[in-house]
């Protein structure tokens, strides 16, 4: 392993997010034996700007990072090995393991590979220090006649990382040489990309006529000595044959001088720059279009924003390929600029963070930033307290997020409610799902790109199994999802599981936003057994239908769930287990008891008296404090302090609620 930076080195503020953020990279970086945190140092500024492009241009100190060495070289044509060496040798293990570390030759062969295609690959030349760089362009002969060039180095290292260069030149003679030389100028830069800033510049000009070579260039000469028919025809002492010799030199020979291009992924920033053009309003940033949990938080906050007659705009991010994102209710609102002085982004903290490492400031300067994050741990992860940067404030929808960022947040924190709505319900039966009419029905929603861990379904089967262990009884569980993949042992598990009882049903697909809603108002009751919720927006919907909802009585849902809206299940506190949930290494989160949870089904099965009164009282406290135009008034009083407007000098009158 090549050692540790110098004392001191940390990860500037884009660095370090882009660390925590991306575990994937590190996975892979693992892989390659490449764990601390000056490894990804080195791969961002060999591979960032193809990840993280607008953040890309990051100042870290380059030459303590990469250009310290860890091994010394032996031979003229095996330099020290940098640690920027160092990284590529490792991390493109699957090219470089042809290569002997231990021997010189080894070393050697590295080099001539690195240098040759590995910096114009990786667009590395930058990277280099400039005695690299003057190493790379020094004369390894004198000059060579006719032309009177010498051989470059990298010309030299083309020849050692070519099998096929060294059937066909012998460089240590001069003829040999020579002919290296012609390759090189004619076809070898082009081939090996050596162009640009790593483009060879000769001491001597190429394309001028030289009237030591009879007023023939020297890449005419040089093209000449590559082509055996033409020296037997050709003479380049005789006028009469410089036409036929120029036109050996083919037309896209001529050396490249525009700049080396780095291989970047496109920047498109999905805004337009600009101040604001109205005095009030909302920019809505979020998963406008993308069918699942938080885009229906961007959704949420728009419908509760026009109740109250704030005006807003939406700019839509993408959610990703694994996301279905044709839900179209907001389209007419979509821009692709940010019309108004505040910002809100309905999105994840960690979320945020990617969206500014990928476009930059484009979507949050000259605007005041709104976090409206939601967050299912106890806490924020210190590893990503630079987010908080990002934004001016955050509004937080459940007592149990605000309390988890309240903790760690330098900026204000705002306990915010979220909009609750049903209204697109449509109405379906059973049969379109293969349900029986004839079953008082559970139904349990989540996302399987939610963490299985967390949503806990396993729970829901074998307290339903308990709860009704005849198989006898008129009861079924409906088990809906999206996003599972066939080849999760988890999902294979609990395919299993669901099929060793025939009243247990699994529906995997992802429905239009109405038709889900059908669904709900199709089954009987709620169960939600999971072990955190930022919110619990599906518990909510479901208690807006006015269904009994079973449920952990832990995290988000505490704000609405009790034992007087419903049926809370006892928990215990336990640690999250490794891999169950990013950052939750050290922290707790809820173990819904399986007993409280099986008498709850049972009780809300059996008990319809009683649960048509928690359901009706659980409707009743939805409707109250989740009502759009409730929300929306709350959202219209925060944003008119911002504007400094009291309501006689708003732009737009506050919805009164009393």
């Known amino acids: 392993m090549c050692p540790s930076p110098a004392l001191g080195f940390t990860l500037p503020p884009p660095l370090r997010l882009?660390?925590?953020?991306r575990d994937d990279i590190r996975a892979n970086l693992r892989q390659a034996g490449l764990t601390g945190e000056n490894d990804f140092a080195v791969w961002?500024?060999?591979?960032?700007?193809?990840?993280?492009?607008?953040?890309?241009?990051?100042?870290i100190d380059r030459e303590g990072?990469?250009?310290?060495?860890?091994?010394?070289?032996?031979?003229?044509?095996?330099?020290?090995?940098?640690?920027?060496?160092?990284?590529?040798?490792r991390f493109r293990a699957s090219e470089t393991a042809r290569f002997d570390r231990g021997s010189a030759a080894g070393r050697a062969a590295f080099t001539a590979w690195f240098f040759t295609s590995a910096v114009p690959e990786m667009a590395l030349w930058r990277l280099l220090s400039p005695e690299q760089r003057s190493w790379l362009h020094e004369a390894t002969t004198p000059p060579l006649?006719?032309?009177?060039?010498?051989?470059?180095?990298?010309?030299?290292?083309?020849?050692?990382?070519?099998?096929?260069?060294?059937?066909?030149?012998?460089?240590?003679?001069?003829?040999?040489?020579?002919?290296l030389l012609a390759w090189y100028v004619l076809h070898g830069t082009a081939e090996m990309q050596h162009t640009g800033e790593m483009a060879w510049r000769p001491p001597l000009p190429l394309d001028t006529p030289v009237p030591e070579l009879g007023g023939l260039s020297r890449r005419a000469v040089l093209a000449w000595t590559t082509d055996d028919e033409a020296r037997t025809r050709l003479d380049p002492a005789r006028p009469e044959h410089h036409a036929a010799i120029?036109?050996?030199?083919?037309?896209?020979?001529?050396?490249?001088?525009?700049?080396?291009?780095?291989?970047?992924?496109?920047?498109?920033?999905?805004?337009?720059?600009?101040?604001?053009?109205?005095?009030?309003?909302?920019?809505?940033?979020?998963?406008?279009?993308?069918?699942?949990?938080?885009g229906e938080d961007s959704r949420m906050f728009a419908q509760s924003l026009a109740a109250a007659g704030v005006p807003f705009a939406v700019v839509n991010v993408p959610a990703g390929a694994a996301v279905r994102q044709a839900d179209g209710w907001l389209d007419a609102c979509l821009v692709s600029e940010r019309p108004y002085p505040v910002s809100v982004f309905c999105l994840t903290g960690?979320?945020?963070?990617?969206?500014?490492?990928?476009?930059?400031?484009?979507?949050?300067?000259?605007?005041?930033?709104?976090?409206?994050?939601?967050?299912?741990?106890?806490?924020?992860?210190?590893?990503?307290?630079?987010?908080?940067?990002?934004?001016?404030?955050?509004?937080?929808?459940?007592?149990?997020?605000?309390?988890?960022?309240?903790?760690?947040?330098?900026?204000?924190?705002?306990?915010?409610?979220?909009?609750?709505?049903?209204?697109?319900?449509?109405?379906?039966?059973?049969?379109?799902?293969?349900?029986?009419?004839?079953r008082f029905l559970f139904l349990y929603v989540f996302d399987w790109n939610s963490y299985p861990a967390r949503k806990n379904p396993m729970a829901a089967i074998d307290?339903?199994?308990?709860?009704?262990?005849?198989?006898?009884?008129?009861?079924?569980?409906?088990?809906?999802?999206?996003?599972?993949?066939?080849?999760?042992?988890?999902?294979?598990?609990?395919?299993?599981?669901?099929?060793?009882?025939?009243?247990?049903?699994?529906l995997a697909e992802t429905l239009d936003r109405g038709e889900a809603l059908g669904l709900f108002a199709a089954c009987d009751a709620y169960v939600s057994p999971h072990r955190a919720e930022g919110f619990g927006r599906t518990l909510a919907e479901a208690m807006l239908l006015g269904r009994p909802v079973i449920a952990t009585a832990h995290s988000g849902n505490a704000d609405f769930l009790t034992p007087d809206t419903g049926f809370p299940v006892a928990y215990r506190l336990v640690p999250i287990a490794p891999g169950d949930y990013p950052f939750g290494e050290g922290l707790l989160w809820a173990e819904p008891c399986l007993e409280s949870l099986t008498e709850n089904m049972r009780l809300a099965a059996t008990q319809p008296a009683l649960a048509r009164r928690r359901a009706q009282a659980g409707r009743d406290f939805i409707a109250a404090r989740h009502d759009p135009r409730i929300v929306g008034t709350a959202y219209l009083r925060r944003l008119q302090e911002l504007a400094g407007l009291t309501p006689e000098r708003a732009t737009i009158a506050p919805i009164r609620t009393s």
Not at 255 to 277: F, I, L, N
Not at 466 to 488: C, H, I, Q, S, Y
């Open 246 to 294: 120029r036109a050996l030199v083919r037309p896209d020979a001529p050396e490249d001088s525009g700049p080396t291009r780095r291989k970047q992924a496109a920047v498109v920033c999905p805004v337009q720059g600009g101040p604001p053009r109205q005095a009030f309003g909302v920019n809505i940033i979020g998963y406008a279009r993308g069918e699942l949990g938080i």
């Open 44 to 59: 961002w500024l060999c591979c960032g700007h193809e990840a993280f492009p607008a953040a890309a241009s990051v100042e």
């Open 463 to 506: 307290a339903f199994r308990r709860a009704f262990p005849t198989g006898r009884e008129p009861v079924g569980l409906v088990l809906k999802t999206m996003n599972a993949r066939p080849e999760d042992p988890r999902w294979q598990l609990l395919q299993s599981a669901a099929a060793a009882d025939r009243r247990v049903a699994v």
């Open 145 to 179: 006649a006719p032309v009177g060039l010498p051989l470059p180095r990298l010309a030299r290292l083309c020849w050692a990382a070519r099998h096929d260069l060294q059937k066909a030149f012998n460089p240590d003679t001069p003829d040999g040489a020579l002919a």
């Open 65 to 89: 990072l990469l250009h310290e060495v860890v091994d010394r070289g032996v031979t003229p044509d095996s330099p020290p090995l940098t640690r920027l060496m160092d990284f590529v040798w």
């Open 18 to 21: 882009a660390w925590t953020l």
């Open 350 to 438: 960690l979320d945020t963070a990617r969206l500014w490492l990928e476009h930059g400031d484009a979507l949050f300067a000259g605007r005041r930033n709104i976090g409206y994050w939601p967050w299912e741990l106890p806490t924020w992860p210190a590893g990503l307290a630079d987010a908080y940067g990002l934004v001016d404030e955050l509004w937080l929808s459940s007592t149990y997020t605000r309390d988890a960022f309240a903790a760690s947040s330098p900026v204000p924190t705002f306990l915010a409610p979220m909009a609750v709505s049903v209204d697109r319900l449509t109405p379906v039966p059973r049969s379109r799902f293969g349900l029986p009419d004839d």
